[in-house]
T-cell receptor
Framework: DVKVTQSSRYLVKRTGEKVFLECVQDMDHENMFWYRQDPGLGLRLIYFSYDVKMKEKGDIPEGYSVSREKKERFSLILESASTNQTSMYLC???????????FGDGTRLSIL | AQSVTQPDIHITVSEGASLELRCNYSYGATPYLFWYVQSPGQGLQLLLKYFSGDTLVQGIKGFEAEFKRSQSSFNLRKPSVHWSDAAEYFCAVGGDDKIIFGKGTRLHILP
């Protein structure tokens, strides 16, 4: 089975901090994704990556950046955390083409 | 524009009753279609997928979905729900690059 592991289930940070969310997948998937999930808004795509060192903006990239130095790892970075970035963050990966995404268990991030 | 609509935000059914969750999509090409389930505090788990072929697809946990091209729909069904089916369900559509998710339907089960 595909395993997508997010480094933290719960995280509390302060306004203005630089925050790193880590995601690792073990199935050699080329594509990786970061979403945020908020009540009533569903999943919104922040950034995605087709392959190592490649990144594309999703629908809501403002205030975020990403890093993909190795194929198995995709990091989401909050450059200067703000309270409106309090949310559930979900990482996913997949093989390109007609394949589903596989999700991690999520990181619930609170910015105080 | 590409979009996915799940018209029901909440649905409540009695345990043992049948279930249908609606999903309509707008997509330019032939889509890939998915249903995911999310239990509280968890990530999304794939229930089933449609890429081509038979328009009635079977998934895990006794779920099935039917692709109707003429109606741009991909509704999820289960003949008899169990209390453990209480969760949030997401329909998704995509192609070779991104996948677009609906806003979800939360399923409540009455004992």
């Amino acid at each position: 089975d595909v395993k997508v592991t997010q480094s933290s289930r719960y995280l509390v940070k302060r306004t203005g901090e630089k925050v790193f969310l880590e995601c690792v997948q073990d199935m050699d998937h080329e594509n990786m994704f970061w979403y945020r999930q908020d009540p009533g808004l569903g999943l919104r795509l922040i950034y995605f990556s087709y392959d190592v060192k490649m990144k594309e903006k999703g629908d809501i990239p403002e205030g975020y950046s990403v890093s993909r130095e190795k194929k198995e790892r995709f990091s989401l970075i909050l450059e200067s955390a703000s309270t409106n970035q309090t949310s559930m963050y979900l990482c996913a990966s997949r093989t390109p083409g007609a394949q589903p995404q596989h999700f991690g268990d999520g990181t619930r991030l609170s910015i105080l | 524009a590409q979009s996915v609509t799940q018209p029901d935000i909440h649905i409540t059914v009695s345990e043992g009753a049948s279930l249908e969750l609606r999903c309509n999509y707008s997509y330019g090409a032939t889509p890939y279609l998915f249903w995911y389930v999310q239990s509280p505090g968890q990530g999304l788990q794939l229930l089933l997928k449609y890429f081509s072929g038979d328009t009635l697809v079977q998934g895990i946990k006794g779920f099935e979905a039917e692709f109707k091209r003429s109606q741009s729909s991909f509704n999820l069904r289960k003949p008899s729900v169990h209390w453990s089916d209480a969760a949030e369900y997401f329909c998704a559509v995509g192609g070779d690059d991104k996948i677009i998710f609906g806003k979800g339907t939360r399923l409540h089960i009455l004992p």
